[in-house]
């Protein structure tokens, strides 16, 4: 192997090692506090949606959750658990 071919390989594996530690490794880190949050989820608890919603959590299934808005007791959405930005919980 000349050294031509063994800069190149460095200069890779260097990229490499950049990738992971500034894109993948925070996105991870952010997707398990993420997982963490939405897994706590308990009917009750007030939430904040991706689209600047605020609810309260009526119940709860695998990936959906019934979140009611205001103060109207009819206004129930069902909703993804992805779109659950924060958590506020019901005994805080």
């Known amino acids: 192997m000349n050294s031509g071919a063994l800069v190149m390989v460095l200069y890779i594996a260097i990229f490499a090692i950049f990738f992971y530690f500034f894109l993948l490794r925070p996105q991870k880190k952010q997707q398990a506090a993420h997982d963490s949050l939405v897994n706590e ?3 009750g608890d007030s939430i904040l949606t991706s689209s600047g919603f605020y609810g309260v959590v009526i119940n709860i299934s695998d990936d ?6 205001g103060n109207n007791k009819n ?3 069902p909703m993804q658990k ?11």
């Open 64 to 69: 959906v959750v019934i979140v009611e808005f």
């Open 75 to 77: 206004c129930r959405i």
């Open 82 to 92: 992805n779109a659950i930005v924060d958590v506020e919980k019901q005994d805080e």
């Open 41 to 43: 989820l308990k009917p």
